[in-house]
């Protein structure tokens, strides 16, 4: 059924529903207001926010008719509908506080002094709109101005002061936000503002529970580069030193490189294409799989091919407690991608997951140590296999030897294969590696002996959006697996593999759903034409 149709649908059983002003159309000329009409009213455009409000103005089908000419004599146009905007939108705070911020010398004083310091900032017409953060940022609601009226501000501070002010366009001030991309959340009208009071009433009335949260697969490059925006967004109303501005800047980067680590995983995995499209990715672009390329089947094998066909090996480091230096046991896990080729991976990995191998070394000088004071240690109870007594003297290099197994080697050459490195937290086992003196470079080039490393902690962070780092064994238990004897290192190394396996799987498989569905809604929307009219409802 086409839009046409379904608007005769609509409308063939009450003609008076055409009748209904719905702000669609252009704003008519305001007529003069009558001396008698002394009420202040207010009318809010029916794309407002969905809290209750008590002063929303509710018109029945049967008086609409008689009443909507009457509203449209009293009310000017920017009572009854927002001024058009481009998709970018200004955080109010940070433009009440612009010449304080980004104006130097004798010019703040003067712009401050006309345009600000009296109240004159919030005295102007603003349509005001809101978005709640994200729930990693807080989630409070953030209000915003079109930029369109911002700059038409600026040309008016210009004009009178004979001066150049300009939005920067740099997104990292925070002040410009460009919400027209796809797959962002959209600001919500608030209403139209004229006064200091007025806006703090219409904030007033923004519900509280509307936090943004990420929703299984959306965790992309859109979702970032959203977040990003946001959280510049939230800090540029702030007097922030430069080390927290540096700080910012290197948590954004780290999160990026972690969402590259997460694309390249699953590459590896034959989850997603050849990563070679990564080099060149825009953020803002729409990083939704194309409908027609091979999707996940959980009971069929990998839809792509396994890139560069990796041997996955993940680490485990348990130390004495008390002192840190003293390495009591050390687990390692391997998953050759190979023996994945043609093979189904399930519904959590759980196929491709019974091809791991594991062990656990244990280092004979503390064979009676056990933690007890910060995590329960349970060194004797290796679920995997049998565990491996070394001497302090020999554990470098048994552990090195697991990253040169002979199957680890291509060809006549032995060339050998990359190795992906795998931890949770893995920046404190590598340290803990270096400290049971176990060399992580090869000696003769210098170079890393692993092609990349995944660190599972931050990997499901990201993906979760969530605000800290979980425990491996939050993580698994999330993962729907059930975890045995953790704190035990041949058992953590394990785990942590398997955790990485059945967290790339899901993902992918989320990311599947999300673009489904959205794709499913853009079937379904139907964009009304400008003369078109729809019943007049009370939202609650």
Same mark, same amino acid.
């Given at each position: /059924?086409?839009?046409?149709?379904?608007?005769?649908?609509?409308?063939?059983?009450?003609?008076?529903? @055409?009748?209904?002003?719905?702000? @669609?159309?252009?704003?008519? =000329?305001?007529?003069?207001?009558?001396?008698?009409?002394?009420?202040?009213?207010?009318?809010?455009?029916?794309?407002?926010?969905?809290?209750?409000?008590?002063?929303?103005?509710?018109?029945?089908?049967?008086?609409?008719?008689?009443?909507?000419? !009457?509203?449209?004599?009293?009310?000017?146009?920017?009572?009854?509908?927002?001024?058009?905007?481009? %998709?970018?939108?200004?955080?109010?705070?940070?433009?009440?506080?612009?010449?304080?911020?980004?104006?130097?010398?004798?010019? /703040?004083?003067?712009? !401050?002094?006309?345009?600000?310091?009296? %109240?004159?900032?919030?005295?102007?017409?603003?349509?005001?709109? *809101?978005?709640?953060? =994200?729930?990693?940022?807080?989630?409070?609601?953030?209000?915003?101005?079109?930029?369109?009226?911002?700059?038409?501000?600026?040309?008016?501070?210009?004009?009178?002061?004979?001066?150049?002010?300009?939005?920067?366009?740099?997104?990292?001030?925070?002040? !410009?936000?460009?919400?027209?991309?796809? %797959?962002?959340?959209? =600001?919500?009208?608030?209403?139209?503002?004229? #006064?200091?009071?007025?806006?703090?009433?219409?904030?007033?009335?923004?519900?509280?529970?509307?936090?943004?949260?990420?929703?299984?697969?959306?965790?992309?490059?859109?979702?970032?580069?959203?977040?990003?925006? /946001?959280?510049?967004?939230?800090?540029?109303?702030?007097?922030?030193?430069?080390?927290?501005?540096?700080?910012?800047?290197?948590?954004?980067?780290?999160?990026?490189?972690?969402? $590259?680590?997460?694309?390249?995983?699953?590459? *590896?995995?034959?989850?997603?294409?050849?990563?070679?499209?990564?080099?060149?990715?825009?953020?803002?672009?729409?990083?939704?799989?194309?409908?027609?390329?091979? +999707?996940?089947?959980?009971?069929?094998?990998?839809? *792509?091919?396994?890139?560069?066909?990796?041997?996955?090996?993940?680490?485990?480091?348990?130390?004495?407690?008390?002192?840190?230096?003293?390495?009591?046991?050390?687990?390692?896990?391997?998953?050759?991608?190979?023996?994945?080729?043609? @093979?189904?991976?399930?519904?959590?990995?759980?196929?491709?997951?019974?091809?791991?191998?594991?062990?656990? @070394?244990?280092?004979?000088?503390?064979?009676?140590?056990?933690?007890?004071?910060?995590? +329960?240690?349970?060194?004797?109870?290796?679920?995997?296999?049998? #565990?491996?007594?070394?001497?302090?003297?020999?554990?470098?290099?048994?552990?090195?030897?697991?990253?040169?197994?002979?199957?680890?080697?291509?060809?006549? $050459?032995?060339?050998? +294969?990359?190795? !992906?490195?795998?931890?949770?937290?893995?920046?404190?086992?590598?340290?803990?590696?270096?400290?049971?003196?176990?060399?992580?470079?090869?000696?003769?080039?210098?170079?890393?002996?692993?092609?990349?490393?995944?660190?599972?902690?931050?990997?499901?962070?990201?993906?979760?959006?969530?605000?800290?780092?979980?425990?491996?064994?939050?993580?698994?238990?999330?993962? %729907? /697996?059930?975890?045995?004897?953790?704190?035990?290192?041949?058992?953590?190394?394990? *785990?942590?593999?398997?955790?990485?396996?059945?967290?790339?799987?899901?993902?992918?498989?989320?990311?599947?759903?999300?673009?489904?569905?959205?794709?499913?809604?853009?079937?379904?929307?139907?964009?009304?034409?400008?003369?078109?009219?729809?019943?007049?409802?009370?939202?609650?």
């Amino acid at each position: /059924m086409g839009a046409t149709e379904r608007l005769e649908l609509l409308f063939a059983q009450d003609s008076a529903i @055409l009748q209904i002003n719905t702000h @669609l159309r252009p704003a008519p =000329p305001a007529l003069p207001i009558a001396e008698s009409t002394t009420a202040d009213h207010t009318v809010l455009p029916l794309s407002e926010s969905s809290g209750n409000r008590s002063d929303k103005l509710s018109v029945s089908v049967e008086e609409a008719k008689s009443i909507s000419p !009457v509203l449209d004599a009293v009310h000017g146009p920017h009572d009854t509908a927002p001024s058009p905007h481009d %998709g970018t939108f200004c955080p109010m705070t940070a433009i009440s506080k612009f010449p304080y911020h980004h104006i130097r010398g004798d010019l /703040m004083q003067r712009v !401050v002094s006309k345009f600000f310091d009296k %109240g004159q900032f919030w005295d102007r017409p603003w349509d005001l709109y *809101y978005i709640h953060t =994200p729930a990693r940022l807080g989630g409070r609601p953030l209000v915003l101005v079109p930029a369109s009226q911002v700059r038409k501000f600026f040309r008016d501070i210009n004009n009178a002061l004979e001066c150049t002010l300009s939005l920067p366009p740099d997104e990292e001030k925070g002040l !410009v936000l460009r919400f027209n991309r796809d %797959g962002f959340p959209q =600001p919500t009208l608030l209403g139209h503002s004229d #006064s200091r009071a007025t806006k703090d009433r219409l904030e007033s009335d923004i519900p509280s529970n509307g936090s943004l949260k990420v929703r299984p697969g959306e965790m992309d490059e859109q979702w970032i580069a959203f977040e990003k925006m /946001m959280e510049a967004a939230v800090s540029s109303a702030k007097s922030k030193s430069k080390s927290k501005a540096k700080k910012q800047r290197l948590r954004i980067q780290r999160d990026l490189n972690t969402q $590259d680590t997460i694309r390249r995983a699953q590459c *590896y995995l034959g989850l997603r294409a050849d990563s070679t499209d990564l080099i060149d990715c825009k953020w803002d672009e729409d990083s939704l799989p194309d409908p027609e390329s091979p +999707r996940l089947v959980v009971d069929k094998p990998a839809p *792509y091919p396994f890139w560069r066909e990796p041997i996955f090996i993940s680490i485990d480091v348990e130390v004495n407690e008390r002192c840190h230096t003293e390495v009591t046991e050390i687990g390692i896990s391997t998953l050759d991608t190979r023996e994945l080729i043609g @093979l189904a991976p399930g519904q959590r990995g759980e196929e491709w997951q019974s091809h791991i191998q594991s062990r656990h @070394l244990r280092v004979e000088e503390y064979a009676r140590h056990v933690n007890r004071l910060y995590v +329960r240690g349970c060194p004797d109870n290796f679920d995997f296999g049998t #565990s491996e007594w070394v001497s302090s003297d020999d554990i470098s290099t048994t552990v090195q030897k697991s990253f040169a197994h002979p199957t680890f080697f291509d060809g006549p $050459d032995k060339k050998p +294969r990359p190795l !992906v490195l795998v931890g949770h937290s893995l920046d404190a086992d590598i340290q803990y590696l270096q400290l049971a003196n176990v060399e992580m470079v090869e000696e003769s080039s210098g170079t890393s002996k692993f092609a990349d490393r995944i660190d599972t902690a931050s990997s499901f962070q990201l993906i979760r959006g969530e605000l800290e780092p979980r425990s491996l064994g939050a993580v698994i238990y999330e993962l %729907g /697996m059930t975890g045995w004897n953790l704190h035990n290192a041949g058992n953590d190394a394990r *785990y942590t593999l398997q955790a990485l396996v059945a967290m790339l799987v899901a993902h992918r498989i989320d990311s599947q759903s999300t673009s489904t569905s959205q794709e499913a809604c853009k079937e379904e929307f139907v964009v009304l034409a400008p003369h078109a009219t729809v019943t007049l409802e009370e939202h609650s």
